[in-house]
């Protein structure tokens, strides 16, 4: 039973390594549109809302901004997230649960692949630019 066992396991790795690569094994993002940054303003966003609603069967849209190059800051009590330095009056860039990649990330080109939405703190409304994945330019 073993070297059968065995024998199977061999066939399925030689068959598999004919047919992918290590390329075949990194996980790709599909990104929407690459924005400009300066162009993301409430008119942008309400277009983004009246998407909605977005879920399982229609996620939100991914966007690209090409190469930021700004100082990235510790948020957060633990400084377990992150938050890039605009210079856009109402856009604020963050990233979620990154908060170890602040000094890779700080002022080194990079496009920045996120998500779009609308924060509320203290009756002022923001547009925030949510960070999942960086790419060095």
């Given at each position: 039973?073993?070297?059968?066992?065995?024998?199977?396991?061999?066939?399925?790795?030689?068959?598999?390594?004919?047919?992918?690569?290590?390329q075949?094994?990194?996980?790709t993002?599909?990104?929407?549109?690459?924005?400009?940054?300066?162009?993301?303003?409430?008119h942008?966003?309400?277009?983004?809302?009246?998407l909605?609603?977005?879920?399982?069967?229609?996620?939100?849209?991914?966007?690209?901004?090409?190469?930021?190059?700004?100082?990235?800051?510790?948020?957060?009590?633990?400084?377990?997230?992150?938050?890039?330095?605009?210079?856009?009056?109402g856009l604020?860039?963050?990233?979620?649960?990154?908060?170890?990649?602040?000094?890779?990330l700080?002022?080194?080109?990079?496009?920045?692949?996120?998500?779009?939405?609308?924060?509320?703190w203290?009756?002022?409304?923001?547009?925030?630019?949510?960070?999942?994945?960086?790419?060095k330019?």
């Open positions: 039973m073993c070297d059968k066992m065995s024998e199977a396991c061999e066939k399925i790795l030689f068959i598999t390594e004919q047919l992918y690569t290590m075949d094994f990194i996980p993002l599909l990104v929407d549109t690459v924005l400009d940054m300066t162009k993301i303003n409430t942008f966003m309400q277009q983004i809302e009246s909605r609603p977005f879920g399982m069967g229609f996620q939100s849209p991914l966007f690209m901004i090409e190469n930021v190059s700004s100082i990235v800051s510790p948020l957060g009590q633990t400084g377990q997230h992150l938050k890039w330095e605009t210079g856009i009056r604020e860039m963050v990233g979620f649960h990154i908060g170890d990649f602040a000094e890779i700080s002022s080194v080109p990079m496009h920045l692949i996120g998500k779009i939405t609308t924060r509320t203290r009756d002022v409304v923001t547009i925030q630019f949510q960070v999942v994945d960086a790419v330019v």
